[in-house]
């Protein structure tokens, strides 16, 4: 945020700014905050409940940390608690701004840690995320600001906690979050207009894409400055909110369907679709879920290997339910880093536990990370044979993309972390043939849907395919190892065939 010098105020002066939120963010904390958020900041200090959508860069965190700071400032006996789905987002996200903001003040004797703002006895901010709703116990009486941010994330039980908090005393809530999950309690606060305050951040209304005039920016406006005047799309007046050509390569990215164009862009919940494959709620966990690697257990790994052209080869390494890398390389022949890549965890990796999309362009790259690695360890997989369940899918491809599926219900998966694998997976579309089969759309049409392939989402679902039984040493006579097929191991045929 853009800071301005903070003037030296006498102290009746200062409790003045301490009744107005705004005056106080921009007089005392040196912020220039814009129209959406001195409205959302004004609605925190007189509704008790008070929820905001947004779109990506919003700068809806650093509206939380001054709200946070505001509200212990003007009530001597104030309790601030945050929280957010993880450790990690409540300590480097939300109270990085918090930490950030408090140093720009004279703290007296205020105490400032990393995580918690004391100011005196039973007055304090304090940053919580944990799964269980008792830590939340014992909030009660005087004035409380509840913050919540990445709401969707959160996990219901803890919003239960807070509801007991809200029986008694001066309690007001302030959920923010990106809108990506259409279903819980962030979702059911914007069905709920009488209760709650609500708020939607569009990128649209945010001052980098507005105009001269001050309206809004369409698309096809930045079509135009793309095709006439490039350079305009890097006219930001706040370079730190979200940006013109961050939209722009969106929609060209993503399309107005996508679900994450909905959320991410628009600040809407996204109509997902009923032929989704993997629920943005299964998502979302994925990525918000972390486990620690204590650096010995058995890793995994999916190779997805481009064609010619824009595709990526994708690279996926996994230990347990969590992903601990994932890279893509595009036009370049990528044998060398994927070994550079998997060099580190090399003594992890077991029998057939590379896995190699073997169609195409494949088989040479599994013949080569065999002669490097040892055959025993890599593993062909040619996605278009015969599944195991024939009666249940059309093809093996449909099998392994609906055993992720099955993973990701169960909140088995960790890490999901790269916005691009994110953004595949959250596309995929499936169907059922004549014989009610699950069929998943072949690469060829998700190009032409999307105009991109989904390599690095087919290197995450390699990595976590079931293996049925450990391979052979076939490729040390030249046939890639089957682990993925229960039937006899039958040589590639390295001209390449297209499958889905």
Not at 133 to 161: K, M, T
Not at 191 to 218: K, V, Y
Not at 253 to 269: I, M, N, S, T, Y
Not at 382 to 393: H, K
């Amino acid at each position: 945020m853009s800071a301005h010098a903070v003037p030296v105020l006498t102290p009746v002066e200062v409790r003045a700014l301490h009744d107005d939120p705004v005056k106080y963010a921009r007089h005392l904390l040196g912020l220039d905050l814009w129209d959406g958020q001195r409205a959302i900041l004004r609605a925190v200090a007189v509704h008790p409940r008070v929820a905001v959508k947004a779109c990506h860069a919003s700068g809806k965190t650093l509206l939380a940390a001054a709200a946070g700071l505001w509200w212990l400032a003007r009530y001597p006996d104030a309790k601030v608690i945050t929280t957010a789905p993880t450790w990690t987002q409540v300590q480097k996200l939300l109270w990085a701004e918090i930490r950030s903001l408090a140093r720009r003040c004279d703290l007296g004797a205020w105490k400032l840690n990393e995580t918690e703002l004391r100011a005196g006895p039973g007055r304090f901010m304090l940053g919580l995320s944990t799964t269980e709703s008792s830590r939340f116990q014992g909030f009660h009486g005087g004035h409380v600001l509840l913050i919540v941010d990445e709401a969707p994330g959160v996990r219901p039980a803890i919003y239960e906690a807070i509801e007991g908090i809200r029986a008694g005393g001066q309690v007001h809530v302030l959920m923010l979050g990106n809108p990506t999950v259409p279903s819980g309690p962030f979702y059911h606060a914007f069905a709920q207009p009488g209760l709650w305050r609500t708020f939607t951040i569009s990128a649209f209304r945010t001052p980098n894409l507005l105009g001269s005039d001050g309206a809004p920016l369409t698309i096809a406006d930045l079509e135009r400055l793309a095709a006439e005047q490039p350079e305009a799309l890097d006219h930001n007046v706040r370079p730190y909110l979200t940006s013109r050509r961050w939209v722009w390569e969106k929609w060209r990215e993503w399309g107005a369907d996508h679900p994450l164009w909905q959320a991410r862009v628009l600040g809407q919940f996204p109509h997902q679709s009923q032929t989704a494959l993997y629920a943005l709620a299964w998502l979302e966990e994925a990525r918000n879920a972390t486990a620690a690697d204590d650096g010995t257990a058995p890793v995994e790994v999916g190779v997805d290997v481009a064609g010619p052209g824009e595709d990526e080869t994708a690279l996926c390494i996994r230990a347990g339910d969590a992903i601990l890398s994932l890279q893509a390389w595009k036009g370049i022949d990528a044998r060398g880093a994927v070994l550079a890549a998997l060099a580190p965890y090399r003594e992890r990796l077991g029998p057939g536990s590379v896995r190699v999309d073997e169609v195409g362009m494949g088989y040479y790259f599994a013949r080569h990370l065999a002669d490097a690695l040892g055959a025993e360890r890599v593993a062909g997989v040619n996605v278009g044979t015969a599944p195991l369940d024939r009666e249940r899918f059309a093809d093996r491809k449909a099998e392994v993309y609906w055993a992720l599926r099955d993973r990701l219900a169960a909140g088995e998966l960790c890490g999901l972390t790269d916005a691009t694998a994110y953004a595949q997976a959250a596309d995929v579309q499936y169907r059922h043939d004549p014989r009610g089969r699950v069929v998943i759309e072949s690469k060829g049409e998700v190009r032409r849907r999307t105009g991109a392939s989904p390599d690095r989402l087919e290197a995450v679902i390699l990595a976590f395919a079931p293996a049925v039984r450990p391979p052979s040493t076939a490729l040390l006579t030249g046939a890639l190892t089957r682990t993925l097929v229960r039937q006899p191991a039958v040589a590639s045929d390295p001209r390449g065939m297209a499958y889905g």
